[in-house]
């Protein structure tokens, strides 16, 4: 009896340890995929769920916005960014795909050279309106969209890669923090 009892006290350790059950199919999120810690993002240009000026838009310059960050993780070796408007009519939009930023660095300036590569390492992917670099909030006339700009902490460098699927891919299990900025735009 008391073997049957240590056994059956053994499976249900194990068990318990293992966490919830999840349906036959499905994957446990990774816990390493996950920030750690939040560090903060802002731009001179416009604060945090306020309208992006038009200097910044298609409308206009088509600028890339300044953006500064404070705080983030000490084991930081680069960081990546992406600019996406989730409120677009086909879907979610990328204005913005930016990766091996130097962990140095803490902004990027305003209009920021639309080529695959600039000379600090940084290295930038097509958007979807088929550049590299940034493009500006345009949407149909109508409701006010969001552009969500969010800088992911990497605890390494990237190698390179060829769009945003792969850089997402990439990234998982590497990111320490990730810092998120939102402006508006409605024409």
Known sequence: MTKLVAFTLAVLATYCSQGPVRPQ????????????????????????????????????????????????????????????????PMGTFTHWLAYNIPATANRLGENVPRDEALSDGTRQLMNDAGRFGYTGPMPPPGKVHHYIFTLYALDQELNPVSDKAILIRTMQGHILAKARLVGTYQR
């Open 25 to 88: 199919g499905t994957v446990a999120p990774s816990p390493a995929a996950e920030p750690t810690a939040d560090f903060m993002l802002s731009s001179p240009a416009f604060a945090n769920n306020e309208v992006i000026p038009d200097r910044y838009t298609g409308k206009d310059s088509n600028y890339s916005p300044a953006l500064n960050w404070f705080d983030p993780p000490t084991r930081t070796k680069s960081f990546a960014l992406v600019v996406e408007d989730p409120d677009a």
